[in-house]
């Protein structure tokens, strides 16, 4: 895959999408990178996903998950090892189930929205900062996603950026190799 091709695939959508959402939104990378990526798994339910964002979290899954799946979570990860040694060390639950819930989304389910949500902190490694700036930026950027979406023309503006984005090619865009690469390419934009 040409990666000059994707860069400037990346650049039309966000110049496209940028007239949805107010200057320096946090929500509309994160917008493009997950409507791309559904777009490839399930073309046709792009639509449906972005209006479902609440579901992404599953929130009620999160908080009744039993205290060794969370400890599991965190010491299974070297990364998170080692930012919450202390928590893990004294089984200081009040600070990892809410850490938890911020990370889990992210790092368990590899949401394409919360990844580049917080791909700065999770470039690097500043897992703490992720989790304080969790629930405000999120909310943030679902509240500007909401107002987009009433706007008119987003739609039709998603289908054509999906339109383009298919163009790429189906098989490669299921490779993870790909996928990476569409993360670095974002990252240029």
Not at 28 to 36: C, K, N
Not at 56 to 70: H, R, Y
Not at 80 to 95: H, P, T
Not at 130 to 158: C, D, M, Y
Request: charge should be positive.
């Amino acid at each position: 895959m040409d990666e000059k091709k994707l860069v400037a695939f990346l650049k039309q959508s966000r110049k496209i999408l940028v007239d949805f959402f107010p200057s320096g939104s946090p929500a509309l990378l994160p917008v493009i990178f997950s409507s791309l990526v559904w777009a490839v798994t399930r073309r046709a339910e792009v639509k449906k996903k972005i209006l479902e964002v609440k579901v992404w979290l599953e929130p009620e899954t999160l908080k009744n998950k039993p205290a060794e799946f969370v400890l599991d979570f965190f010491e299974s990860r070297p990364e998170l090892k080692a930012a919450y040694e202390e928590e893990i060390k004294n089984r200081d639950f009040r600070a990892l189930r809410p850490a938890f819930r911020a990370l889990y989304p992210v790092l368990g389910l590899m949401d394409p929205f919360l990844e580049k949500l917080f791909s700065f902190e999770l470039k690097n490694g500043d897992y703490r900062r992720l989790v304080a700036g969790f629930r405000p930026r999120l909310e943030e950027a679902l509240s500007e996603i909401q107002a987009a979406v009433l706007r008119k023309n987003f739609w039709k503006t998603v289908d054509q950026v999906c339109a383009e984005f298919l163009k790429l090619g189906w098989t490669l865009l299921t490779e993870d190799e790909v996928r990476q690469l569409l993360k670095k390419a974002m990252e240029k934009i």
